[in-house]
């Protein structure tokens, strides 16, 4: 059966999407829904975990499988026009972050979602994002549709632009203390197929997304992301396994690169999932999970120009050096839920850069570049026709800060690390009148 979320009780049909209120309001304080301790779930899970009684969830096949497909176009409510703009002014701008959703009060989702909503205020219009991809966990502990307003709808709410989102594990996770549906919330408020308000805005205007399912291809200009769910475990993150969720990913993500094979497509291709293949916080690596992906990546010669996730909540920055390829692999867990140290209390900070995996005979180089473990943040990328840039902002820089804090940048024809190509705003203008000013006045 096909992932698809239809009209209920209490939604409203609207035919055209809709990102922010119509005017801003200020932050919540508190949460609108009390959120009780779910430590009694979380023994029972841990009791679980011990004696090996719990795998992946299925979930249902998206729209459009083998390989579902959505446009930016179609978010937009088929704008045909806002997609031939962003096309002319040369580059696309979106944001990207994880682990958003919070148990404990508004305060941090707020920080990162007004830091983000500042991006829009630009002097160039060609540098205000488009959409926002959240990379799992937007709703904890266990993506009930209740909590929706106050950890999804409430913090975005003068966010004005189409948020989207990949399936964290505690989006598709069950409490065994409760009678729920795995995804419920997710596939309702990201999955739809119109776009409707849904009782989880809370009388809030934003729309549900119409994303095809759990996995698929989104398509924008200058960019195609592959959107992989890599399930509800809390670790490893899993994306196929033949006894309990089957291969459609794998065929997924074979029939996805084909397709950039097969079309020659020559803009940045990034994978999007909730587990990072490489971390150095309490989770684990991925590594099977990995080794799924790279077998297809090398069987049709294609390669991501870099791999985005969550789920450790800070945000690092890995360099995998893969034959003459150089591939970022970015973690961005802090969009607001309990920023995580990478080591414990009285062990030493780790120094970056270092290698944390050397060069084997089946195995690449990984190198840790950069990391944050103390604020909370989110990623603001940049694609043009020749480079890829993903810029790393803490959220305590505030509005008036627009200098990232760390950088990468890719160069889509060779695949190697370059110095950013800055784009020209204008200041050489302004330089100019300053200094022509100043001889003017005798200086």
């Keep these: 059966m096909a992932s698809r979320s239809t009209p209920r009780t209490g939604m409203r049909t609207i035919g055209s999407p809709v990102f922010a209120q119509p005017q801003p309001t200020p932050d919540p304080t508190v949460f609108r829904v009390a959120h009780p301790s779910d430590s009694p779930a979380y023994r029972a899970i841990d009791a679980l975990n011990k004696a090996h009684k719990l795998a992946p969830l299925p979930f249902p096949v998206p729209r459009g499988a083998p390989e579902p497909q959505l446009s930016l176009q179609e978010v937009f409510g088929g704008a045909k026009s806002t997609i031939e703009t962003i096309t002319h002014r040369k580059q696309l701008v979106f944001h990207a972050t994880g682990d958003c959703g919070s148990t404990k009060g508004p305060q941090h989702q707020n920080e990162v979602a007004d830091k983000m909503t500042s991006d829009f205020d630009e002097s160039d219009p060609a540098e205000i994002p488009q959409f926002n991809l959240l990379l799992g966990d937007v709703v904890y ?85 592959l959107a992989l769910y890599s399930n509800a475990l809390e670790d490893p993150g899993t994306i196929a396994d033949p006894k309990t969720i089957g291969t459609s990913q794998l065929d997924f993500l074979t029939a996805a690169l084909k397709r950039v094979k097969s079309e020659q497509y020559a803009g940045a291709l990034l994978i999007a999932d909730h587990h990072p293949p490489y971390t150095v916080s309490r989770h684990g690596w991925s590594v099977e999970m990995l080794k799924q992906i790279d077998r ?71 190198v840790l570049e950069n990391y944050d473990d103390q604020n909370y943040g989110y990623l603001r990328i940049i694609v043009d026709s020749e480079q890829l840039r993903i810029e790393y902002h803490p959220a305590t820089d505030g509005a008036r800060t627009k200098t990232p804090d760390d950088s990468v940048t890719v160069d889509l024809k060779s695949r190697k690390l370059v110095h950013y190509v800055a784009n020209n705003l204008g200041w050489p203008k302004s330089a100019a009148k300053a200094r022509k000013l100043r001889t003017e006045q005798g200086h």
């Excluded at 809030?204 to 119409?210: D, G, H």
């Excluded at 991501?304 to 890995?318: D, E, I, K, M, V």
């Excluded at 970022?328 to 970056?352: F, M």
């Design 141 to 225: 502990s266990f993506g009930e549709p209740n909590y929706y307003y106050d950890q999804f709808y409430e913090p975005y709410r003068d966010y004005p632009a189409p948020i989207l989102a990949v399936a964290g594990n505690h989006d598709g996770m069950i409490s065994p203390l409760a009678h729920a549906k795995s995804l419920e919330g997710y596939l309702r408020n990201f999955c739809a197929n119109g776009f409707y308000v849904t009782p989880e805005a809370g009388g809030l205007s934003r729309t549900a997304q119409i994303q095809p399912g759990v996995f698929f291809t989104f398509d924008a200009p200058f960019v195609r992301i």
């Design 296 to 366: 297809i990546c090398e069987s049709t010669s294609v390669w991501p120009h870099a791999f985005l996730s969550g789920h450790a909540h800070n945000y690092q920055r890995f360099t995998r050096t893969h034959a003459n390829m150089q591939i970022p692999y970015l973690v961005c867990g802090n969009g607001g839920h309990n920023v995580q140290r990478l080591t414990g209390h009285g062990v030493q900070a780790l120094r970056a850069p270092q290698v944390i995996q050397q060069a084997g005979t089946d195995v690449d180089l990984v």
